[in-house]
């Protein structure tokens, strides 16, 4: 996978791993708007499976069950 250049990429790699940035350098705008400076900022590529765990930890794990969709398993 090709690291963050400061165009659109791909969040997921092969390996299962999302690239995110783990810290945002910001930046202002001239119109006064803020946006994150993808070159200055820190990325990193953390398994998919580490951030549902937290994210699980962190906001609980339960979904009502009428908004849970059929996943079929073969």
Not at 22 to 27: A, E, R, S, T
Not at 35 to 56: C, G, N, V, Y
Request: proline content about 5%; charged content about 20%; glycine content about 6%.
């Amino acid at each position: 996978m090709k690291k963050e250049t400061g165009t659109q990429h791909d969040l997921l790699n092969a390996n299962n791993a999302c690239h995110i940035p783990v810290v945002g350098y910001m930046v202002q705008d001239e119109n006064g708007n803020w946006h994150m400076d993808k070159e200055r900022s820190q990325w990193a590529d953390i398994p998919a499976d580490t951030i549902a765990q937290f994210l699980i930890q962190r906001m609980g794990g339960s979904i009502p069950e009428a908004d849970v969709p059929a996943v079929e398993v073969s």
